[in-house]
């Protein structure tokens, strides 16, 4: 693990899942979106995300005209959400210790110039719970600063790396800038997966 000692309770696990391991939860990751699609949501104004997402978990993360929420199906297709595979349960309780297992797993596929702006998780009933986060595929500019005002920095997030957001760091504000395309071969036509693992309830 690597910490930072001007983010307290941010975690960086470089390298986490080798590649061997990488390639096992994607397959997993592509089985799960044939059940539950990757679509583009919209942020509660109208505008489209960049970013396609999925969930995985009894219950899913979404966005709409109507908000920002957490339900049990797919808004498009209206099915439950596949179940977190097993590996990223383990990986939760060897790197968090919670006593609690995450119920949501966001999925987001980054592509072109796909990027997610500076944000807080915010609408978990449990902010103390972690957020653990596992890159697949090609290596994104990662921001992140504290939850209140101050600086960001800048780190790069490759394939294979976990980050978690616990204590202080929590609700620090992140988001993503750009990725280095081409960087990993790991995802088929290019572009990252990125895995969020929290507890919503």
Avoid at 59 to 69: A, I
Avoid at 148 to 174: E, F, I, K, Q, Y
């Amino acid at each position: 693990m690597q910490p930072f000692a001007d983010i307290p309770g941010f975690q960086l696990w470089p390298g986490r899942l080798d590649r061997i391991a990488q390639i096992d939860l994607l397959t997993e990751i592509e089985a799960a979106l044939v059940v539950a699609p990757l679509y583009r949501p919209v942020t509660p104004g109208g505008k489209p995300f960049s970013v396609r997402m999925s969930n995985l978990g009894p219950l899913g993360w979404v966005s709409d005209r109507g908000g920002y929420r957490y339900q049990p199906r797919h808004p498009e297709t209206g099915a439950p959400w596949p179940p977190i595979p097993d590996v990223l349960l383990q990986l939760w309780d060897d790197l968090t210790g919670w006593p609690e297992p995450p119920d949501a797993c966001l999925v987001n596929l980054y592509r072109d110039e796909a990027r997610m702006g500076l944000h807080q998780d915010r609408d978990e009933a449990d902010m103390g719970a972690p957020v653990v986060s596992v890159s697949l595929g090609d290596t994104a500019l990662f921001r992140i600063g504290p939850a209140g005002p101050g600086p960001t920095r800048s780190l790069r997030l490759a394939s294979g790396d976990v980050c978690a957001l616990t204590g202080p760091a929590r609700l620090a504000r992140h988001g993503i800038d750009r990725l280095l395309a081409g960087s990993s071969g790991l995802v088929e036509g290019g572009g990252r997966i990125n895995l969020t693992l929290r507890r919503a309830r």
